[in-house]
């Protein structure tokens, strides 16, 4: 399942699932390290009445979960009709400190007085490694502190504390208990401690541990009471609890406020232009993709493909990392909507990760060490670099497209003169050279979907216009040499590019392989990345995009309300479905609805952005893929690629009464 709710502040973040439960918990950077991964217990919520203890996951809660418009504020309301109680949170990770905070309101439903008690629990495998030497331990009220359970090891600490306004107590009730396999033995956690209604009150374990606090609640008939819950990240005890004597001297109301005033000043540039450029109702789910965005933003600079663990449950794979490419075009996103310091924060990232050579690799971590690699170095005899020049080539392209549109709004062309010596330069000299002498095309190199080793025309599009991009930007600062040798290979690019349109299917190759005798073997696959290459980095002319247009959506049966488009034939990844061609992407579907904005069909735009624009009413969030059969979210969701697109494309089709155009703002390279 998805997170429904993803909260950052750049350096902790956290993702609720469907039960309003933490079940991803990074610290100190987005996406790195997870102490609360689909490897560990769920952080499980309950509430014992009349004997029996009833938690959020057990299937008898109606759960409604949502943003509060326009911050990165969470609400989830659980209620349980037959117990006659709701349940209802605001969650938020305070801007400001490491501190993730639960406003929560217990209310009672029914006509007569009741007793009942919360219990919150929590689970860690601090720094992602159960090597057994994770402590939990009580810490009672000294020194005018207040009691807090402290999980810690090295340096990881993380202090679990709250505050019942009815009893005045930072918890009722307590016990620290230990989960997992454990020699013969196992154990599902100290929640089981709960299902009495009556806590063992243990004040220490270690190995891999987890605790669970228990709130007291007395009710008058139809009545609420309010409670509160932190959880505080820090290198140390000591830094927590100075954390959360910050936190605690302010006191959760007035974070609260100061969190909402922060995400409303962050948001408003996108909110003044959404209300003259982007159809009312998308809005709201505009506004919320964009803090999706920046919740997966490191504040170092690093962009998630996504936090979404749930993936590693059912397969080896896992978005948590910082693909280039993915995160060109969520920056593509902040750059027309005039978000500069992400976009700067960012670029800063990309040059110290950049490689001698001035390529990227595959994907990075936060911390700007080099992620996990599927690629090798030898293709069938060929040795090469295991990486996806695409990558390189829209880096750069969004960065040439940054500066020159930095300087047209006012910015002095000398404050981005480093950049262009770190960043700019080096990628545009490696493309240069990475051009196979003998077809005048970008030598091989793994695609845009990761699959297949060889000259693929969306790489080939997107290096003719990252080249493209580069030499103008080398004209503005005065570097005539680089400008006229990057123009002329991309011009010879542009015209060497014939080779990869297929007469036989009135579509372009999704790309070829030469052989050391000469021989070149081209793959006819149809492939929307392809298309959109062509098309968005305007390789090809008007009438060879509309013949490859029309090809793509009759052979993928694309009309009426069928508007979700599958990456390429045969795509069998996450395939639900057997006998289809593949899942629907959103990706692959905003691709196509953006083309068709710029041709003024906008009544198919507009069949994509409600077919997203109901995904998200459902869940908040967009995934990477659905099922074909039941429409369920299949792999990473949210997924920060989709909901880039959501926002391009929203922009795109504009207004009814003011449709804009791409040709203006966005990808022409000619």
């Given at each position: 399942?998805?997170?429904?709710?993803?909260?950052?502040?750049?350096?902790?973040?956290?993702?609720?699932?469907?039960?309003?439960?933490?079940h991803?918990?990074?610290?100190?950077?987005?996406?790195l390290e997870n102490h609360s991964?689909?490897?560990?217990?769920?952080?499980?919520?309950?509430?014992?009445?009349?004997?029996?203890?009833?938690?959020?996951?057990?299937?008898?809660?109606?759960?409604?979960?949502?943003?509060?418009?326009?911050?990165?504020?969470?609400?989830?309301?659980?209620?349980?009709?037959w117990?006659?109680?709701?349940?209802?949170?605001?969650?938020?990770?305070?801007?400001?400190?490491?501190?993730?905070?639960?406003?929560?309101?217990?209310?009672?439903?029914?006509?007569?007085?009741r007793?009942?008690?919360?219990?919150?629990?929590?689970?860690?495998?601090?720094?992602?490694a159960?090597?057994?030497?994770?402590?939990?331990?009580?810490?009672p009220?000294?020194?005018?502190?207040?009691?807090?359970?402290?999980?810690?090891?090295?340096?990881?600490?993380f202090?679990?504390?709250?505050?019942?306004?009815?009893?005045?107590?930072?918890?009722d009730?307590f016990?620290?208990?230990?989960?997992?396999?454990?020699?013969?033995?196992?154990?599902?956690?100290v929640?089981?401690?709960?299902?009495?209604?009556?806590l063992?009150?243990?004040?220490?374990?270690?190995?891999?541990?987890?605790?669970i606090?228990?709130?007291?609640?007395?009710f008058?008939?139809h009545?609420s009471?309010?409670l509160h819950y932190?959880?505080?990240?820090?290198?140390?005890g000591?830094?927590?609890?100075?954390?959360?004597d910050?936190?605690?001297?302010d006191?959760l109301?007035?974070?609260?406020?100061?969190?909402?005033?922060?995400?409303?000043?962050?948001?408003?540039?996108?909110?003044?232009l959404?209300?003259?450029?982007?159809?009312?109702?998308?809005?709201d789910?505009?506004?919320t993709?964009?803090?999706?965005?920046?919740?997966?933003?490191?504040?170092r600079?690093?962009i998630?493909?996504?936090?979404?663990?749930?993936?590693?449950?059912?397969?080896?794979d896992a978005?948590?990392?910082?693909?280039?490419?993915d995160?060109?075009?969520?920056?593509?996103?902040?750059?027309?909507?005039g978000?500069?310091?992400?976009?700067?924060?960012?670029?800063?990232?990309?040059?110290?990760?950049?490689?001698?050579?001035?390529?990227?690799w595959?994907?990075?971590?936060?911390?700007?060490?080099?992620?996990?690699?599927?690629?090798?170095?030898?293709?069938?005899?060929?040795?090469?670099?295991?990486?996806?020049?695409?990558?390189?080539?829209?880096?750069l392209?969004?960065?040439?497209?940054t500066?020159q549109?930095?300087?047209?709004?006012?910015?002095?062309?000398?404050?981005?003169?480093?950049?262009?010596?770190?960043?700019?330069?080096?990628?545009?000299?490696f493309?240069?050279?990475?051009?196979?002498?003998?077809?005048k095309?970008?030598?091989?190199?793994?695609?845009?979907?990761?699959?297949?080793?060889l000259?693929?025309?969306?790489?080939t599009?997107?290096?003719?216009?990252?080249?493209?991009?580069?030499a103008?930007?080398?004209?503005m600062?005065?570097e005539?040499?680089?400008?006229?040798?990057?123009?002329n290979?991309?011009?010879?690019i542009?015209?060497?590019?014939?080779?990869?349109?297929?007469k036989?299917?009135?579509?372009?190759?999704?790309?070829?392989?030469?052989?050391?005798?000469?021989?070149?073997?081209?793959?006819?696959?149809?492939?929307a990345?392809?298309?959109?290459?062509a098309w968005?980095?305007?390789?090809?002319d008007?009438?060879?995009?509309e013949?490859?247009?029309?090809?793509?959506?009759e052979?993928f049966?694309?009309?009426?309300?069928?508007?979700?488009?599958?990456?390429?034939?045969g795509?069998?990844?996450?395939?639900?479905?057997?006998?289809?061609d593949?899942?629907?992407?959103f990706i692959?579907?905003?691709?196509?609805?953006?083309?068709?904005?710029?041709?003024?069909?906008?009544?198919?735009?507009?069949?994509?952005?409600d077919?997203?624009?109901?995904?998200?009413?459902r869940?908040n969030?967009?995934?990477?893929?659905?099922?074909p059969?039941d429409?369920?979210?299949l792999?990473a969701?949210?997924?920060s690629?989709?909901?880039?697109?959501f926002?391009?494309t929203c922009?795109?089709?504009?207004?009814p009464q003011n449709?804009?155009r791409?040709?203006?703002d966005?990808?022409?390279?000619?």
């Amino acid at each position: 399942m998805a997170r429904p709710i993803i909260l950052s502040n750049g350096e902790m973040a956290i993702g609720l699932n469907q039960f309003g439960m933490v079940h991803d918990f990074y610290y100190p950077y987005v996406g790195l390290e997870n102490h609360s991964s689909e490897r560990a217990s769920r952080h499980r919520i309950g509430l014992f009445i009349e004997g029996a203890i009833h938690w959020l996951s057990d299937g008898t809660w109606r759960i409604k979960q949502q943003y509060i418009p326009g911050r990165l504020i969470g609400k989830t309301v659980a209620t349980n009709e037959w117990l006659g109680f709701a349940i209802e949170f605001q969650d938020f990770v305070d801007p400001e400190l490491n501190v993730f905070a639960r406003n929560i309101q217990v209310i009672n439903l029914s006509d007569r007085p009741r007793q009942a008690k919360l219990f919150l629990h929590q689970a860690f495998i601090i720094s992602e490694a159960a090597d057994g030497h994770d402590t939990a331990q009580y810490i009672p009220p000294m020194h005018g502190k207040s009691e807090v359970i402290l999980h810690y090891k090295g340096r990881r600490a993380f202090m679990v504390s709250g505050k019942n306004l009815q009893t005045g107590a930072a918890f009722d009730s307590f016990s620290i208990g230990q989960f997992g396999q454990f020699s013969d033995d196992s154990s599902d956690g100290v929640w089981r401690d709960a299902e009495d209604g009556e806590l063992a009150r243990n004040p220490i374990e270690r190995i891999q541990t987890d605790s669970i606090l228990q709130y007291n609640l007395n009710f008058q008939a139809h009545d609420s009471i309010r409670l509160h819950y932190f959880l505080v990240a820090g290198k140390s005890g000591e830094e927590s609890r100075r954390i959360l004597d910050k936190f605690n001297s302010d006191g959760l109301l007035t974070r609260l406020m100061k969190t909402d005033q922060y995400w409303q000043k962050w948001i408003t540039p996108a909110r003044t232009l959404a209300e003259v450029q982007v159809s009312p109702e998308y809005r709201d789910h505009f506004l919320t993709s964009l803090l999706i965005l920046r919740a997966m933003m490191d504040r170092r600079g690093a962009i998630m493909a996504s936090c979404d663990t749930e993936m590693l449950k059912y397969t080896r794979d896992a978005y948590v990392d910082c693909w280039p490419r993915d995160a060109s075009y969520v920056l593509w996103t902040f750059l027309r909507l005039g978000y500069f310091e992400e976009i700067k924060s960012f670029l800063r990232f990309a040059s110290d990760v950049i490689s001698d050579e001035g390529f990227f690799w595959q994907m990075y971590r936060p911390d700007a060490t080099i992620g996990p690699n599927s690629h090798a170095y030898v293709h069938d005899g060929d040795i090469a670099p295991p990486i996806q020049t695409d990558e390189t080539a829209t880096m750069l392209f969004l960065f040439a497209r940054t500066v020159q549109t930095a300087v047209k709004g006012g910015d002095k062309l000398e404050n981005w003169y480093e950049l262009y010596e770190r960043l700019g330069r080096p990628m545009a000299n490696f493309l240069l050279d990475y051009i196979d002498r003998t077809t005048k095309l970008p030598r091989p190199s793994y695609e845009v979907w990761e699959v297949l080793y060889l000259t693929t025309t969306y790489t080939t599009a997107a290096t003719f216009g990252a080249l493209s991009a580069a030499a103008d930007l080398a004209e503005m600062f005065n570097e005539t040499d680089n400008a006229i040798k990057w123009r002329n290979v991309a011009v010879e690019i542009q015209e060497a590019s014939e080779m990869l349109w297929n007469k036989d299917r009135n579509y372009f190759y999704r790309g070829f392989w030469r052989r050391d005798s000469g021989q070149i073997d081209f793959d006819a696959t149809i492939d929307a990345s392809a298309f959109y290459g062509a098309w968005t980095f305007r390789l090809f002319d008007h009438k060879k995009l509309e013949t490859a247009f029309k090809t793509l959506t009759e052979r993928f049966y694309i009309q009426g309300n069928n508007v979700g488009l599958p990456r390429f034939e045969g795509d069998d990844y996450n395939r639900a479905d057997p006998s289809s061609d593949g899942n629907p992407w959103f990706i692959t579907s905003f691709w196509l609805a953006q083309y068709q904005a710029e041709r003024g069909e906008i009544d198919f735009t507009k069949k994509v952005l409600d077919w997203a624009n109901d995904q998200m009413t459902r869940t908040n969030v967009l995934p990477e893929q659905v099922s074909p059969i039941d429409g369920r979210m299949l792999s990473a969701a949210p997924l920060s690629w989709s909901h880039a697109e959501f926002i391009n494309t929203c922009l795109d089709y504009g207004t009814p009464q003011n449709q804009p155009r791409r040709t203006d703002d966005a990808v022409s390279t000619q």
